[in-house]
């Protein structure tokens, strides 16, 4: 198990590298501040950093093998992330015919359902103020054009 930690860790400092390479092609910034350049320039020096320390990290500690934790999470873990995934390719699959609206109202109404939240008042509030609210602040006052879908809601 150790070996696959390290040979992760420096599989993550290579792509690091190879993301901070291409980050040279674009403007680190332009006349309205930061360009295209600048978020991926710090995420790949970022996880390169992190990835770096994780693998001098499993060098230092996990000899013999103890400190060595399990990659794969228990049985209501693995639930919870494929729940999560599971939603997120509905959203990506429902988002341009029924809108961002509905869409978003159902994925924050059910998805936090899901993971054992049980407070019905609050996943209410919440689906109704994460979907029509951030739809309402994006699309009228920041003018971020979002799907509407097939019945206009």
């Given at each position: ?88 390719s509905a959203v990506v699959g429902l988002l341009d015919f029924l809108g961002f ?53």
């Amino acid at each position: 198990m150790r070996k696959a930690w390290q040979y992760m860790s420096l599989l993550f400092v290579g792509l690091s590298i190879l993301v901070l390479v291409h980050t040279f092609a674009y403007p680190y910034h332009d006349r309205l501040g930061p360009g295209p350049g600048f978020f991926p320039f710090w995420m790949a020096l970022i996880m390169g950093g992190l990835s770096g320390g994780l693998f001098f990290q499993t060098l230092r500690t996990m000899k013999g093998g103890e400190g060595i934790s399990v990659l794969l999470p228990d049985r209501e873990g693995l639930f919870r992330v494929l729940m999560i995934l599971v939603s997120l390719s509905a959203v990506v699959g429902l988002l341009d015919f029924l809108g961002f609206r509905l869409v978003m109202l159902l994925f924050l109404f059910f998805l936090p359902w899901g993971l054992g939240l049980r407070r019905w008042l609050g996943i209410i509030i919440f689906a109704l103020l994460g979907s029509f609210g951030v739809f309402h602040v994006f699309y009228y006052w920041l003018k971020v054009p979002l799907p509407i879908g097939v019945w206009g809601i």
